[in-house]
């Protein structure tokens, strides 16, 4: 029988998080089950060759940080952040939910990626892709594509195009909707934008989006899940579509979203 794989990944910085991760990994080879600590700026990518397993201690950032290097393999969070909305369990419950993993008792949360394209680089997104001006306090003008036609030709302070997951995250600050998980679709939002009538812009997961800056003084930054990736120029679009992947979370109790909602960011910002 082979031996099942584990990775473990914690928070940057965090003496708790990497002793939870200690333990948590003690647990685990008692369990008769492979563990390797690793820090993920030394890996390219985690798939199935290395990995049947991927435990993420710290919150949604370093749960994000991760997703970005592992291909279709299943991810268990383990809150140690200030939020962890996408994390399923916390240092206290581990251990059990550990076991209802082992028993067979769990389930895998898919979430749809985004792919982003920009010359000849392409970039994976979790939450969400931010172009904005590479001035501060400067505006950007811009096209919108969806399938080569032309929807809206405007100017803001920036746009952001969100995944179904990341509707809870940037775009929901900068007015944005909450999007059910269950549904398929891209989120587009503009930041401050030069229109009083604007909104949000809900498309079809399936559809090709293309992003067109229009000629200033300035170049674009596109951001992709809060790091900046690179300069955007006028005369190149920014191509995004679904990713053909998805990122896999590990739940053993029902994902109740309305509930997390509640919980986890309308609580939080009642605070």
Known sequence: MTKLRTIIVHKRKSLEAERLSKDIGKYLESNHISVEYIDLDKFDRIDRNIADLVIVIGGDGTLIRTVHKVEEVPILGIKFGAIG????????????TIDKILAGNYYLDKRTLLSVEYLDKNYIV???TLITASKTSKIISFSIFKNEKLVYNGKADGLIV????GSTAYAFSAGGCIIDPELDVIELVMICPLSIITRPFIFPGSCKLKILLQKNDYDGLLIIDGDEVCKISYDAPIKIEK???FALFIR???FDFYKRIKEKIILSMEK
């Open 126 to 128: 979790v939450n969400e």
């Open 252 to 254: 053993t109790e029902p």
């Open 85 to 96: 909305f996408l994390c399923e369990t916390t240092p206290e419950n581990a251990k059990n």
């Open 162 to 165: 969100s995944t179904v997951t």
């Open 243 to 245: 990713y053909n992947k």
